[in-house]
């Protein structure tokens, strides 16, 4: 059973910010490696921001500046804060391990649409 819930999306003009958050199980998020990945209608699911047990991160250039990605690690759980949102981040946004992504191990949560007007 996968354990990973997503919550904080919604519907916002362009502009807006919103937070994700992503509560993980203890066994998918310690030590781990997180990221936040997006899938936009017709399109591939996307990694669109990392960060390491160690808090380093990493994101797409099209989200730099924008979007940041945190973990609380005492609760197993990884943020991502958007700001200044496009019509283009428009997408079903999921949170996983990056290796058990990678490996396409395990399944996905259910996602939290983020839904973007202009």
């Known amino acids: 059973q996968v354990q990973l819930v997503e919550s904080g999306g919604g519907l916002v003009q362009a502009g807006g910010s919103l937070r994700l958050s992503c509560a993980a199980s203890?066994?998918?998020?310690?030590?781990?490696?997180m990221g936040w990945y997006r899938q936009a209608p017709g399109k591939q699911r996307e990694l669109v921001a990392s960060?390491?047990?160690?808090?380093?991160?990493n994101y797409i250039d099209s989200v730099k500046g924008r979007f940041t990605i945190s973990r609380d690690n005492a609760k197993n759980t990884v943020y991502l804060e958007m700001n200044d949102l496009k019509p283009d981040d428009t997408a079903v946004y999921y949170c996983?391990?990056?290796?058990?992504?990678?490996?396409?191990?395990?399944?996905w949560g259910q996602g939290t649409q983020v839904t973007v007007s202009s």
């Open positions: 996983n391990s990056v290796i058990r992504a990678k490996l396409a191990i395990g399944g």
């Open positions: 203890g066994s998918i998020f310690r030590d781990n490696a």
């Open positions: 960060i390491t047990s160690r808090s380093s991160t």
